[in-house]
């Protein structure tokens, strides 16, 4: 994917509500490689006050979008396995870095790894996209 096409990714993502609405920013992008940080607020915690495991998802989920979708065609999550290592600081900044590990004409595998400010372990994730030949609509 060219660099346009991926300044034409990065502006759509900026337009996606539900990123804007969990404060989702994309720090880096490029075919098979994110990078997507989310500072945490009060309002992403549990009943027993840690932070969400869905706040956590979403930005796992995020970083995978992006990356699997900067190929410039359409790929979708077929599964995706998280494991939370450890509850993030409730005012803690984290940061989702998806890598592509292994691409076929259909599938694509992902590692994702939820780091904070002090590079601690909080989640990983292995994912599996499903690749379709359709180009991205807005490029």
């Not at 996606?16 to 009060?42: F, I, N, S």
């Not at 998806?98 to 939820?114: L, M, N």
């Not at 590079?119 to 690749?131: E, F, G, P, Q």
């Amino acid at each position: 994917m060219d660099d346009s096409a991926l300044l034409s990714l990065a502006r759509q993502i900026k337009k996606e509500k539900y990123a804007r609405k969990m404060g989702l920013k994309l720090l880096e992008v490029d075919p098979g490689h994110a990078v997507v940080e989310l500072q945490l607020k009060d309002d992403m915690t549990n009943i027993f006050g840690m932070v969400h495991g869905g706040a956590i998802f979403s930005l796992i989920d995020e970083a995978f979008e992006i990356s699997c979708n900067a190929h410039g065609t359409v790929a979708v999550a077929l599964s995706m396995s998280i494991t939370y290592h450890r509850a993030p600081d409730a005012k803690a900044r984290l940061r989702a870095e998806s890598k592509e590990i292994h691409r076929s004409t259909k599938t694509a595998t992902y590692e994702i790894k939820v780091t904070d400010e002090d590079n601690a372990l909080i989640a990983s994730c292995s994912a599996l996209a499903y690749r379709k030949q359709d180009k991205l609509p807005f490029l």
